[in-house]
């Protein structure tokens, strides 16, 4: 079974200070990771995710993660925060279910928050 | 596009009522999902449907819980009776299905039981 463990459920920053939020996944076969962002009342919206390749991800609003296969470890990091980034974190990973995306297992989540 | 539609938004009724909550996948999406996202913590798979066939329920709870995906487009989820502890959020998501990478969700159902 897959299960992940997100080390920090908050992390509070003042704007413009580096962040980093920590996911650690244990599974026996190979999967995909995701993080996740959740603004109060929404839904889940996709940050970014890694399937193969490249072991470093980024997204157009300037996170990026890092997958570490020794480590099963897939970080997440933003050199310089906004306010805007206050939001629930949720990393998870998947495993691929024949030619479909299976469940997602999700970390409990790390709250951002971002002070002026 | 439209994105996933998920209706009510909130919904507050007694223990031991029922109730019903409806999704409608992004269009052409042929993997559905829905999850149960209790207060402090992540998303928790409930059922996932291919089509209009179960592909995972191992985590619903059977004897309360049911969920329907008649003609492979909308789904319903159904709690009867509710209990206490099923006060979350029910969020809905869909998949294109054939290598499809990525889960799309609504902006979920808050259900308190009181």
């Known amino acids: 079974a897959q299960s992940v463990t997100q080390l920090d459920s908050q992390v509070p920053v003042f704007e413009e200070a580096p962040v980093e939020l920590r996911c650690n996944y244990s599974s026996s076969v190979s999967v995909y990771l995701f993080w996740y962002v959740q603004y109060p009342n929404q839904g889940l919206q996709l940050l970014l995710k890694?399937?193969?390749?490249?072991?470093l991800v980024k997204s157009i609003n300037g996170f990026e993660a890092e997958f570490n296969k020794s480590q099963t470890s897939f970080h997440l990091r933003k050199p310089s925060v906004h306010i805007s980034d206050t939001a629930e974190y949720f990393c998870a990973v998947s495993v691929k279910r024949g030619s479909t995306l299976g469940r997602l297992y999700f970390g409990r989540g790390t709250q951002l928050t971002v002070w002026p | 596009e439209a994105g996933v539609a998920q209706s009510p938004r909130y919904k507050i009724i007694e223990k031991r009522q029922s109730v019903a909550f409806w999704c409608n996948p992004i269009?052409?999406?042929?993997?559905l999902y829905w999850y149960q996202q209790i207060l402090g913590q992540g998303p928790k798979l409930l059922i996932q449907?291919?089509?209009?066939?179960?592909?995972?329920d191992s985590q619903l709870p059977k004897d309360r819980f049911s969920a329907e995906r008649l003609k492979g487009v909308d789904s319903t989820l159904k709690i009867q009776p509710a209990k206490l502890e099923d006060s979350a959020v029910y969020l809905c998501?869909?998949?294109?299905?054939?290598?499809?990478?990525?889960?799309?969700f609504g902006q979920g159902t808050r259900l308190t039981v009181v």
């Open positions: 890694y399937l193969s390749g490249s072991t």
């Open positions: 449907f291919q089509n209009n066939g179960v592909v995972d």
């Open positions: 998501a869909s998949s294109p299905g054939t290598g499809g990478t990525e889960a799309f």
């Open positions: 269009s052409g999406h042929a993997t």
